[in-house]
C-alpha cells in the first residue's frame, strides 16, 4: 500500500489526483460561477471517492478570457470565487479530510490587464516594463506586418499590434501576453509566487504550457516557415531543444530553479509539468531536479487500441524510469473532449468537425461509450504511477458536444472564425441532484446550460446504487489502495488479439478486453470489474477485470 502520509515527499508518485475546474464544480452564493465556498461545501464528495488530492485549475482574478488562464494577479483571488480567506478555509478543510492541495501556476503568459502589461502599454518602446514580456516592431513599410509568422495555438498570428506601432507576441489568446523569462525580473516574481501558495499550504503546483516559457528572442527572429503545421508538427521540424519557442533545452535551466525553492518546504512540494512534447523530451520535466513529473499526453490521444495503448504504457513506464519520475496517465481534462464520448469516435474522426455537427456526425452510443470509459478507466488505475481524474468523469459524464453557438465561452470559437468550436463542452457544470435550476450546482442556475440528460447522471442518482459509474470509482480506488504496491508489470503474454493483461508487484493481475468478442478469463478471483460479468470465467467486450 502506498504511504500518502504528510511523511512521505512521495506521496505523489502512486497519488490519484482529481481536478477541480471552480467556475463549473460548486456554486455557494447562487451567481451562476463555481466558487471556492462551493467547493468547501462539496469536499466530502473527494474523500468519500477516495481520491489523494485535488488539483484546482486557476482561481485568480480574470477576466476569462480563456477559462481563467488568463491571470491578473498570481498572489489572489477572483472576487466571483472569494477571497484569499475562503481559499484558507478550503485548504484547511481539505487537509482534515485527509487531502492534499495542488494549485495550477500559469507562467507563460499573464492577462492583458496585469498590472505590468498596462504599465507596459503606457511606458512605450524600449521600456523596462516593456522588457517583462515581448514586444517587436513590425516588419515591411510602417512595422504594420507582424515581426514573424508565429501563430497563436487558438488560430491567427501570434503577434498583435498596439497604438504605438509596436506588437507584442501571444501564443494563446491576444488577451494573454507572453513574458519574457530572459528577464530576472519576471524570474523573481515567479519564485515569490511558489513561496506566497507554499506558505499558504499548498502540497503541490500544476504548471500550464510548462514547454513554452523558454524563447530563442535573439534578432532577426526566425520565421517557420510553415504556419499551418500543428505545435506537433512544428516540433518535428527541429531539432529537439531548439524549436524558437516550445520545448528549448533553456527551459530546464527554470525549473531545477524551482525545485530548490520547493525543496525547501517540509515535506518538498510536488510539481507536474503541462508539456505537448513527444515523450522521451517529455520526461526531461519530470526530473527530479526538475518538477518531478509531466502529463501523460500520449496516453491519453491513443485510441481504444491494445497493441497501441500496450506500446504508449511500456514507453511510458520506459520514460519514466529513466528520469527517476513516476509515470502519469490521464484520460480527459478542461482541455479535451470527455472520454466517455471520445473514446467512440471512430479512428481519423475530425474532432472539430463532430463538435461542430453537435455531436451528431458520427452519432456516438452514449451507452456503449460509458461501458468503455469504465474499462478504459479501470485499466488505467490498475497502472504504475499517478493517475489524474477530471471533475465528473466518476460520474461517467458525456462530452456536451450540442451546446448552442451563443452560449460559448472559449476564445477558441471567435478567434478561429467559428471553425473550431473549443471546450466549453467538456467544462459545463456539474450535477449534483436530480432536479432544481442547475442540478444542484447552484441556487442561480449554471453558466453553460446543462442538458436535461445531466439528472439521471447526478451524484444524487447515483449515490449507493449497485453498479453505477460513482460506485465503481468508489470500488477501484478504495480496492487501488489496498492493491498497489511497487511501480513496474509484467505483461502476460499468449493473450488473445484485443486484449491487454499485465500482472502487478504482488501478483494481482488486471484483464481488459478491448475487442469486439468475449474472451475466456484466465484464472483467478475476479475483485472488481468495470461492468458485471454475465457468467463465470468469461470477459464481455469493452470490460477489464482485476483478478486477485
Known sequence: MPDLSPRNPDWWRQAVIYQVYPRSFADADGDGFGDL???????????ALGVDALWLSPFYPSELADGGYDVADYRDVDPRLGTLDDFDAMAAEAHRLGLKVIVDVVPNHTSHQHVWFQEALRAGPGSAARDRYVFRDGRGPGGELPP???????GGSAWHRVPDGQWYLHLFAPEQPDLNWANEEVRAD???????????????????????????LAEPLRDLGAPELSDEEYL?????????FFDRDEVHEIYRDWRKILDAYSPPRM??????VPGPRRVLYARPDELGQAFNFEYLKTRWDADELRRVITGSLADARAAGASATWVLSNHDVVRHASRLMLPPGTDVDAWLLSGG?????????????ARAATLLMLALPGSSYLYQGEELGLPEVADLPTAVLQDPIWEQTGHVRKGRDG?????????????YGFGAGGAWLPQPDSFAHYAVQAQDGVEGSTLELYRSALKLRRKLLDGEELTWLEDTPPGVLAFARTDGWRCVANLSDAPMSLPAGEPLLASTPLPERGVLPPDTTVWLG
Open 37 to 47: 465556498k462551493g467547493i468547501t461545501q462539496r469536499l466530502g464528495h473527494l474523500a
Open 148 to 154: 514573424t509568422d508565429w501563430q497563436s495555438v487558438f
Open 190 to 216: 515567479f519564485r515569490t509566487t511558489l513561496r506566497f501558495w507554499s506558505d499558504r499550504g499548498v502540497d503541490g503546483f500544476r504548471v500550464d504550457v510548462a514547454h513554452a516559457l523558454a524563447k530563442d
Open 236 to 244: 518535428s521540424e527541429f531539432p529537439p531543444g531548439t524549436h524558437p
Open 271 to 276: 510539481a507536474v509539468a503541462e508539456a505537448w
Open 360 to 372: 451528431h456526425a458520427p452519432a456516438v452510443d452514449q451507452d456503449a461509450g460509458l461501458r468503455r
Open 426 to 438: 467538456c467544462r459545463v457544470p456539474l450535477p449534483w441532484t436530480t432536479t432544481g435550476p442547475s
